[in-house]
């Protein structure tokens, strides 16, 4: 796999760990014991860290790749292994 397949994998495995990671942690401001402002959700966040959250989604994101590719170089799960409506066609999974 060339450089910038893997690059572009990776960008897109980061967009998708932002939403995985973007629930982890967080409190309103009734939970964290802080007063409700006005004109504000009741379900807002009462702080957000941007930088925490990107070292969260980078973390999460890496290890999610480095499986992907992995899983690309020794063949652990193929593309038959998901064929349920075509059982002629179906390949076994290869388990470790």
Known sequence: MRWT???AIY???WAFSVF?????GVRT???AGGEH??????S???EFNLKRLAIRVTI?????WALFVLNYSYGWVEAGAFD???PANRTDMNVL
């Open 5 to 7: 397949s893997m690059l």
């Open 11 to 13: 960008v897109l495995f």
């Open 20 to 24: 995985l990671v973007l629930p982890w």
């Open 29 to 31: 401001t009734h939970e």
């Open 37 to 42: 402002v006005p004109g504000t959700a009741e």
């Open 44 to 46: 807002a966040p009462h």
């Open 60 to 64: 999460v994101a890496t290890v999610l």
């Open 84 to 86: 349920f409506f075509d």
